[in-house]
T-cell receptor, first 114, second 114 residues
Framework: GDSVTQTEGPVTLSEGTSLTVNCSYE??????LFWYVQYPGEGPQLLFK?????EKGSNRGFEATYNKEATSFHLQKASVQESDSAVYYC?????????????FGKGTHLHVLP | DPKIIQKPKYLVAVTGSEKILICEQY?????MYWYRQSAKKPLEFMFS???????DNQTASSRFQPQSSKKNHLDLQITALKPDDSATYFC?????????????FGHGTKLSVL
């Protein structure tokens, strides 16, 4: 079945340093790829999505490129801020025999120190 | 203002009892979902509904029964509760059902079964 594997956390960084959260996926179809972010006490919210291979998504300084050959969708940010502390989920949306569902990775807890 | 309302925010139940988790969305969306978040499986897909019809069911146990009385309501009834059911249950919605659809999540109901 479909699956998403991402960097195991927690990841602790100092403000101003760069971030990479690795994400790889498995599917037999052609998925749309997502990054969601979850702050304490809230539900996940979309950071951005990329429906097509070889395209890049970005939002709030975060970016990721849909690499179909490597089946990867790594999240990057050049300079993190304390407010970026949250849990980040890589996800894919696929269609199997008329069933649509979003499958999430296990999440990566990012903690940014001031 | 929250556009997806989940009630209650916290719920404590005894083993063997029955509870109903409430979800209402005011986004005008046609598709609604339930996800479960626990330490073992961070964001696990449970059900999807489209125009009040059950479309996908990934929950093996019949103790979990979604109920849709209106297009913007999707409640979750859980019977014969077990300690393993302890988790945060998230309701989500999307404009329609499809691979490119963005999910909007509520703040969750945290269920503790003693």
């Amino acid at each position: 079945g479909d699956s998403v594997t991402q960097t195991e956390g927690p990841v602790t960084l100092s403000e101003g340093t760069s971030l990479t959260v690795n994400c790889s996926y498995e599917t037999k179809q052609y998925p749309t790829l997502f990054w969601y972010v979850q702050y304490p006490g809230e539900g996940p919210q979309l950071l951005f999505k990329v429906p097509k291979a070889n395209e890049k998504g970005s939002n709030r300084g975060f970016e990721a490129t849909y690499n179909k050959e490597a089946t990867s969708f790594h999240l990057q940010k050049a300079s993190v801020q304390e407010s970026d502390s949250a849990v980040y989920y890589c996800a894919l949306s696929d269609r199997h025999t008329n069933a649509y569902k979003v499958i999430f990775g296990k999440g990566t807890h990012l903690h940014v120190l001031p | 203002d929250p556009k997806i309302i989940q009630k209650p925010k916290y719920l404590v139940a005894v083993t063997g009892s029955e509870k109903i988790l409430i979800c209402e969305q005011y986004l005008g969306h046609n598709a609604m979902y339930w996800y479960r978040q626990s330490a073992k499986k961070p964001l696990e897909f449970m059900f999807s509904y489209s125009y009040q019809k059950l479309m996908d069911n990934q929950t093996a146990s019949s103790r979990f029964q979604p109920q849709s009385s209106k297009k913007n309501h999707l409640d979750l009834q859980i019977t014969a509760l077990k300690p393993d059911d302890s988790a945060t249950y998230f309701c989500a919605s999307s404009q329609d059902r499809g691979t490119n659809e963005r999910l909007f999540f509520g703040h969750g109901t945290k269920l503790s079964v003693l």
